[in-house]
């Protein structure tokens, strides 16, 4: 069974580009996570989306950041404009259910230049 | 101050060598609490959960301390392979049971 693909693995952008990662989580889960470690931090908590829906967007950093998940199967996560302190490690998590382990996407690499 | 706070090593420890790593929250309400280990470019991946009774696999043994809102994690005979990045994680306090918070980790080397 294939687990959480992320794409891309890497990318590096230029200061107010714009960047859109894709998730793609293990078939069948409907709860799908995104979080980010940017440099020297902790692994932070972004959004939880439940099929389509945005179940809690706490974490989302500011309004340059989206996230989509239509038709509750893959979910992108756009940010516009970029700036430098948006690098760093982008993860994707999904869950069968909301009580259920997650298992987490090997992760994209930001880098804003 | 963080709510998740780890010692971040580096331990460097021997083959065969007991090493333990120690953990504090700052949230008493929290409800549940994990281990998550990260090789280097990797995903974190589940470890273990940590119960208030202590639970043990195999070589790994994780103890919850509500009172003092303390989480440890024992490695009896260490392994090459169990050099990783071991995170401390805590789970919200209502809901939401994957809105997890992670410290920033533990680095583990373990040499021959």
């Known amino acids: 069974e294939a687990g959480v693909t992320q794409f891309p693995s890497h990318s590096v952008i230029e200061k107010g580009q714009t960047v859109t990662l894709r998730c793609d989580p293990i078939?069948?889960?409907?709860?799908l996570y995104w979080y980010r470690r940017v440099m020297g931090k902790e692994i932070k908590f972004l959004l939880h989306?439940?099929?389509?829906?945005?179940?809690?967007e706490s974490g989302m950093p500011n309004n340059r950041f989206l996230a989509e998940r239509t038709g509750g199967t893959y979910s992108t996560l756009k940010v516009q404009p970029a700036e430098l302190e948006d690098s760093g490690v982008y993860f994707c998590a999904s869950s069968q259910e909301e009580y259920t382990e997650a298992f987490f996407g090997q992760g994209t690499r930001l880098t804003v230049v | 101050r963080k709510e998740v706070e780890q010692d971040p090593g580096p331990f460097n420890v021997p083959e065969g060598a007991t090493v333990a790593f120690n953990c504090t929250y700052s949230?008493?309400?929290?409800?549940?609490f994990f281990w998550y280990r990260q090789d280097c470019r990797k995903e974190p991946k589940l470890l273990m959960s940590?119960?208030?009774s202590g639970n043990e696999d195999g070589r790994f043994t994780a103890q919850l301390n509500r009172a003092s809102q303390y989480i440890s994690l024992l490695i009896r005979d260490s392994k090459l392979s169990d050099s990783a990045t071991y995170l401390c994680v805590v789970g919200p306090t209502a809901g939401g049971y994957n809105k997890l918070i992670f410290g920033a980790g533990t680095r583990l080397a373990v040499h021959p």
């Open positions: 949230n008493s309400a929290s409800q549940s």
């Open positions: 989306f439940v099929k389509e829906s945005k179940q809690d």
């Open positions: 940590v119960y208030s």
């Open positions: 078939s069948g889960h409907d709860n």
